[in-house]
C-alpha cells in the first residue's frame, strides 16, 4: 500500500518559510516519474505549483507565481520530497498538496500526466 504524509505546513508571517514535507511508503521516490505539489484553496481549482521528474534526471517546473521563491527537491535516502517556500504572500495560502505517479514521462506539469498516488494534503496560512 502506497501512503503519501504531508507535514510542515502551518500558520506564517508574510517572509517566513515553511517547509511542507511529504513522506512516502510503500513507494520509491528514487524510481519515481513525477513528484509534485499542488495546492488548493476553497472554491478554486486545484493548481499544479511545482514537479520534479525522476531524481536521476531531476528536472524541475514551477508555476509562475512561485518560481525563483519556492524549490522543490527529494531526499530518496529519507523517501521524502520537499517544497522550500520562501518570500511567502499571503496568495499562498492554501492546502498543499504532494503527489507521485509512476509513469516516467518528462510531461510532469501537463494535464495528461496522471498522478497515481496522493497526500492528504497540508494547510499553509500566510498573514500579511
Known amino acids: 500500500q502506497v501512503l503519501l504524509v504531508e507535514f510542515g505546513g502551518g500558520s506564517v508571517q508574510a517572509g517566513g518559510p515553511p517547509r511542507p514535507s511529504c513522506a512516502a511508503s510503500?513507494?520509491?521516490?528514487?524510481?519515481?516519474?513525477?513528484m509534485g505539489w499542488f495546492r488548493q484553496v476553497p472554491g478554486k481549482e486545484r493548481e499544479r505549483v511545482a514537479s520534479?521528474?525522476?531524481?536521476?534526471?531531476?528536472?524541475?517546473q514551477y508555476t509562475d507565481s512561485v518560481r525563483g521563491r519556492f524549490t522543490v527537491s527529494q531526499d530518496n535516502a529519507k523517501n521524502t520530497l520537499y517544497l522550500q517556500m520562501n518570500s511567502l504572500k499571503p496568495e499562498d495560502t492554501a492546502m498543499y498538496y504532494c503527489?507521485?505517479?509512476?509513469?516516467?514521462?518528462?510531461?510532469?506539469?501537463?494535464?495528461?500526466?496522471?498522478?497515481?498516488?496522493w497526500g492528504q494534503g497540508t494547510q499553509v496560512t500566510v498573514s500579511s
Open positions: 510503500g513507494y520509491t521516490t528514487e524510481a519515481a516519474g513525477c
Open positions: 520534479i521528474y525522476n531524481s536521476r534526471i531531476n528536472t524541475t
Open positions: 503527489a507521485a505517479g509512476v509513469r516516467l514521462w518528462n510531461a510532469c506539469f501537463s494535464p495528461a500526466y496522471r498522478y497515481d498516488y
